[in-house]
């Protein structure tokens, strides 16, 4: 019983009663039966509620936001609609993909009733309905699709649903709004075995990129070799330069064999050893006491 109506039944209650008590007991029974008849006739419906009404059996009239007024015993409100967007959630345990995968999909639904008359009238329960209706369409659609496309593409398995689910509605007054799936769960045994897949996948693209790297390299040394070849002080010059740097290092020590370095020209590498040999006895130096302790006489 809406506010209204209360306070209409509540003050006519009132009324019988004071009559009753201050002018005469039979008096106060008008009031009640009013009561009882405004309790029963007068009705009030939110913005969102469609009220479906009979009158003997047959449809009267769907009644929307606001107070109105229905006759008693006559008319019967067999139906309360709540034209609201709602949500349903359903799922689908063990069912078989394409490729015969058990897989458990979780989805939910969006959906609000556009004709009250329809989702009254056509249909014993909707709400269940939709329900069912929602999980066998999930299972076709899981049935029809291969795993992959299930796990990598989920708009358009959301669309293909919220498509199937909409035509089988409609007759109903339902609409549907949007269809999304939360969650595909697989098997562990096949988690690990597209884990280890995708492991092989991802090495076999590195040494792709590794094969496609020493080629490169590979180029560019035959572009050095060509240059050195054409130019042979510029190959000593490098050669001082390597022997130089793995050198310069204060402790360092670097075994080489004798035919690479006669190879790379003796005389260049002599000069630059030389160079490395008197860099490190000036630090050396420089590491000496400025001033040497005195020596002491030595007896006869």
């Not at 394409?98 to 979780?106: A, C, E, L, M, S």
Request: charged fraction near 20%; glycine fraction near 4%; aromatic fraction near 6%.
């Amino acid at each position: 019983m809406n506010p209204i109506t209360s306070f209409l039944v509540l003050s006519c209650i009132l009324a019988g009663l004071a009559v009753g008590y201050l002018v005469h007991p039979y008096l106060a029974f008008p009031f009640i039966v009013l009561g009882a008849a405004i309790a029963m006739s007068l009705k009030m419906a939110n913005v969102w509620q469609k009220f479906v009404i009979l009158r003997m059996g047959k449809l009267q009239s769907v009644r929307g936001a606001g107070l109105f007024v229905i006759i008693p015993v006559l008319d019967t409100v067999i139906a309360v609609i709540d034209g609201r967007i709602q949500t349903t959630a359903f799922n689908a345990e063990q069912a078989l993909t394409k490729d015969t995968v058990p897989v458990n999909v979780d989805a939910i639904i969006f959906w609000h009733v556009h004709d009250a008359e329809k989702a009254a009238l056509a249909i014993t329960n909707y709400r269940q309905a939709i329900d069912r209706v929602a999980q066998t369409s999930l299972r076709e659609m899981i049935g029809s699709s291969m795993l992959a496309a299930l796990l990598s593409d989920r708009k358009q398995a959301d669309e293909q649903l919220k498509i199937e689910i909409g035509e089988k509605t409609a007759p109903w007054g339902i609409s549907v709004s949007s269809v999304e799936i939360r969650d595909v769960a697989i098997p562990v045994a096949l988690q690990d075995a597209m884990s280890r897949q995708a492991q092989a996948e991802r090495e076999k693209q590195a040494r792709v990129i590794l094969g496609s790297a020493e080629a490169a390299i590979a180029g560019k040394f035959v572009e050095a070799a060509d240059i050195y070849a054409g130019h042979p002080a510029a190959l000593q010059l490098r050669a001082m330069n390597i022997i130089y740097e793995t050198t310069k290092e204060r402790g360092a020590t670097i075994l080489m064999p004798t035919s690479m370095v006669d190879s790379l020209n003796p005389s260049a590498t002599t000069v630059a050893l030389a160079l490395a040999s008197s860099e490190e006895f000036k630090s050396n130096e420089a590491l000496k006491p400025a001033v040497e302790p005195p020596k002491l006489p030595i007896a006869a």
